[in-house]
């Protein structure tokens, strides 16, 4: 299994730990360096509905 082993995350495992649709088009950017500097969707979703309802 792979938690037994030191090893680096693949383009699909970053993708999948972003919260990142598995068809994004990170239009020719590494995949490491978009979700290392995105906030994940998911997490943006979660923040946008707090506002929403906090303020309004």
Known sequence: MYYNETRNLN???YIR????PSDF???NISTRYVCGMSVPPLMTAR???EIKKQWF
């Open 17 to 20: 730990m972003s919260s990142f």
């Open 25 to 27: 088009d990170f239009c």
């Open 11 to 13: 383009d699909t495992e």
């Open 47 to 49: 923040i946008a509905n």
